[in-house]
């Protein structure tokens, strides 16, 4: 079992950009895959992006590529979301979540999460 806190979530401007960060304790954190998920009001949650356990591979949904950029430091048992070129539906709670399965964009392939930060995109 891996505890994590995410950190970075806030209130910009549209076009502007943030750094969401998430810190791993309590489990190994350097053979997992590691993923951001995030959900809107109303909404289920979605995948956004992912990386591999080695950071090697990187996964994002069409929506933010281009925009965004997940990366991990396995020394520091972190992961990060660097999010440029907001827009109003980015807004959301973002999560880090612990791979468990092969299914790269299913919830349900993500074994433990994170509590979730709020991330506002004002037009």
Do not use: H
């Not at 430091?73 to 980015?90: G, Y």
């Amino acid at each position: 079992q891996v505890q994590l806190v995410e950190s970075g979530g806030g209130l910009v401007q549209a076009g502007g950009s943030l750094r969401l960060s998430c810190a791993a304790s309590g489990g190994t954190f350097s053979t997992a895959r590691m993923g951001w998920f995030r959900q809107a009001p109303g909404k289920e949650r979605e995948f956004v992006a992912a990386v591999s356990w080695n950071g090697v591979g990187t996964y994002y949904r069409n929506s933010v590529k281009g925009r965004f950029t997940i990366s991990r430091d396995n020394a520091k048992n972190t992961v990060d979301l660097q999010m440029n070129s907001l827009k109003p539906e980015d807004t959301a709670v973002y999560y880090c979540a612990v791979g468990s399965g092969s299914l790269l964009y299913t919830p349900g392939a993500y074994s433990d999460w994170g509590q979730g930060t709020q991330v506002t995109v004002s037009s």
